[in-house]
T-cell receptor, first 115, second 114 residues
Framework: DQQVKQNSPSLSVQEGRISILNCDYT??????FLWYKKYPAEGPTFLIS?????DKNEDGRFTVFLNKSAKHLSLHIVPSQPGDSAVYFC??????????????FGKGTKLSVKP | EPEVTQTPSHQVTQMGQEVILRCVPI?????FYWYRQILGQKVEFLVS????????KSEIFDDQFSVERPDGSNFTLKIRSTKLEDSAMYFC????????????FGAGSRLTVL
């Protein structure tokens, strides 16, 4: 039961170009979405988030877009840099009573940015 | 920058043995979590802990699992009788607020059950 889906296991992008990572979700009770980045031998690191009341959030080179009607969000990285090469996880937080940090993760997309 | 530290980084154990994974959350955080990632699969929520009690747990977190905050700094995950399918990377995380607040993860403890 994949409530959060990242259908692309990998993505390769040239340095300086835009990276677009996609995520779909099925549960309309999700009200907060996060992107985490993970390097090998490290834990996931928070990157950017968005509340369901917004459709866009921007932080430097990173922008997250949310399309609630399509239950879809995307992470844009522009310009992409070799240091951005990592696995990117989309995560959702459910908005039902008692939820305490139960993030539901996608399987991740491995981004490779080539110099 | 404050970080969540986990020990051991890798533990190999025999099936049926008890394992304790340790975590030191960020000092001013109040909410603590354990997640796991089986190789090739997604990161899965196990349990959240606040005010010295479990606040939420997943179906994975059955009677074989327990968590404890034995002192003011450590947060442990115990697996009473390990099974082969418990082999995974276990991540501890902490946050200073409940709900959708950003979680800070540790580097993980890899558990291999033989």
């Amino acid at each position: 039961d994949q409530q959060v889906k990242q259908n692309s296991p990998s993505l390769s992008v040239q340095e300086g170009r835009i990276s677009i990572l996609n995520c779909d979700y099925t549960n309309s009770m999700f009200d907060y979405f996060l992107w985490y980045k993970k390097y090998p031998a490290e834990g996931p690191t928070f990157l950017i988030s968005i509340s369901s009341i917004k459709d866009k959030n921007e932080d430097g080179r990173f922008t997250v877009f949310l399309n609630k009607s399509a239950k879809h969000l995307s992470l844009h990285i522009v310009p992409s840099q070799p240091g951005d090469s990592a696995v990117y996880f989309c995560a959702a937080s459910p908005n039902y009573g008692g939820s305490q940090g139960n993030l539901i993760f996608g399987k991740g997309t491995k981004l490779s940015v080539k110099p | 920058e404050p970080e969540v530290t986990q020990t051991p980084s890798h533990q190999v154990t025999q099936m049926g043995q008890e394992v304790i994974l340790r975590c030191v959350p960020i000092s001013n955080h109040l909410y603590f979590y354990w997640y796991r990632q089986i190789l090739g699969q997604k990161v899965e929520f196990l349990v959240s802990f606040y005010n010295n009690e479990i606040s939420e747990k997943s179906e994975i977190f059955d009677d074989q699992f327990s968590v404890e905050r034995p002192d003011g700094s450590n947060f442990t995950l115990k697996i009473r009788s390990t099974k082969l399918e418990d082999s995974a990377m276990y991540f501890c995380a902490s946050s200073d607020q409940a709900g959708a607040n950003v979680l800070t993860f540790g580097a993980g403890s890899r558990l291999t059950v033989l």
